[in-house]
């Protein structure tokens, strides 16, 4: 699957952006596409998780209230809708497929950093900047 995200920008805080990643190619194979970003000098972190099972999506608590996902499947599009920005969500946004399924705990555990997304997520976008001024 090759992922294309878009959507980055320069955003004063308090504002909003809507993050947007294609998939192609063998797009049946994948389970889910999620979020992760990573800002300067710090680890890559996860911010939403679909979980298999109940096919909730699971979202980190720094972005939680104020990020959301939607898919359209129909697209083989999924959105990240990033709402009150600060400056401290400045980062580097990257999604990522998956074929496998995940289960809630183990989406738990990685937005808590406790697992590697790179165990788990087979296919990584080139990220899109997303740069928030205070």
């Known amino acids: 699957v090759q992922l294309q995200a878009s959507g980055g920008g320069l955003v004063q805080a308090g504002g909003s952006l809507r993050l947007s990643c294609a998939a192609s190619g063998f797009t049946a194979d994948y389970n889910a596409i999620d979020w992760f970003r990573q800002a300067p000098g710090k680890d890559r972190e996860a911010i939403s998780c679909?979980?298999?099972?109940?096919?909730?999506?699971y979202y980190a608590d720094s972005v939680k209230g104020r990020f959301t996902i939607s898919r359209d499947n129909a697209k083989n599009t999924v959105y990240l809708q990033m709402n009150s920005l600060k400056p401290e969500d400045t980062a580097v946004y990257y999604c990522a497929a998956r074929r496998g399924r995940v289960i809630t705990s183990t989406c738990v555990r990685m937005l808590r950093g406790e697992v590697a997304s790179s165990r788990v997520y087979d296919d990584w976008g080139q990220g899109t900047q997303v740069t928030v001024s205070s």
């Open positions: 679909f979980g298999s099972s109940n096919r909730n999506t």
